[in-house]
């Protein structure tokens, strides 16, 4: 593992551009375009992908601390093989672990930051959470001694599916807890986007990767949710072939993600030493 690309100055980076919603359909058929060149390596490389963070995953009691620790080289990797596709014309699978072998301190940062953010965004979603409770109880009066009485009458509910439990208050209580863990986890998933990539394309430290990640989907919030009205599309197919279409999907999915890297950023990073 090279120390060396860690102590060299990040390469200068391209001014981020803000591009129109179409774009995003853009992403997914260029996607499409790349996964064709090389359909079956293609394929491989995104069960190899996969393979590698489950059994880092599976690992008793650290596993999953581990795996987010790592994703980010992963997800690296991932970039490594579509550019080596679009440059090259072929995919080589020694590109996914270029992330442990290169930049990897800086990597393995980034995952611990990424860690550190959705924590924080999972506490900070739970107080304003419990502090809207608490302040809609003392403004109605309502007793929050209750709650004990709607969850077991929740309970009895799922127990029994019907559509009744879509009329709990208490099933009320929680969608909006999760949507505000949601709301505040999708600015923590934007700094995630682009960040791998920053750090191994631009030798960029893992907070300004980050943080430019974020600009770039802030800039281009338009384009990526028609991009993630498309990819779920696509992956409600992948499910209903019985998973067998998401063989296809992810790596269209990754391929796409690479382009619309490139596309934002107006040119094709070269790999950083």
Not at 194 to 216: E, G, L, N, Q
Request: glycine fraction near 8%.
């Amino acid at each position: 593992m090279s120390t060396q690309s860690e102590s060299l100055p990040p390469i200068l980076f391209p001014q981020i551009r803000s591009l129109p919603s179409k774009n995003g359909f853009i992403w997914l058929k260029a996607g499409w375009q790349l996964f064709k060149l090389a359909p079956g390596m293609a394929v491989l490389s995104s069960i190899l992908m996969g393979f590698c963070s489950l059994l880092t995953a599976i690992v008793p009691v650290i596993g999953s601390v581990a795996s987010t620790l790592l994703s980010p080289a992963l997800v690296a990797g991932a970039f490594l093989i579509w550019q080596g596709l679009q440059q090259r014309g072929r995919i080589d699978l020694e590109d996914l672990f270029y992330g442990f072998k290169k930049h990897f301190e800086k990597l393995l940062l980034l995952g611990l930051l990424n860690i550190i953010a959705m924590t924080l965004a999972i506490v900070g979603g739970a107080l304003l959470y419990i502090g809207i409770l608490l302040g809609t109880a003392s403004i109605t009066g309502f007793e929050l001694a209750s709650f004990a009485e709607q969850a077991a009458q929740m309970k009895s509910l799922l127990d029994a599916p019907s559509m009744e439990i879509l009329t709990s208050p208490l099933f009320t209580l929680i969608l909006m807890g999760a949507l505000l863990v949601m709301m505040l986890g999708v600015p923590v998933l934007m700094t995630q986007v682009f960040s791998p990539a920053f750090v191994v394309f631009y030798r960029m430290a893992p907070w300004d990767a980050m943080k430019a990640s974020f600009h770039a989907c802030l800039r281009n919030a338009w384009p990526y949710l028609a991009y993630s009205l498309g990819l779920a599309v696509l992956y409600l197919l992948g499910v209903l072939t019985l998973g067998l279409g998401l063989l296809i999907v992810v790596p269209i999915h990754v391929a796409s993600n690479y382009y619309a890297m490139t596309d934002i950023l107006g040119e094709i990073p070269i790999r950083a030493a």
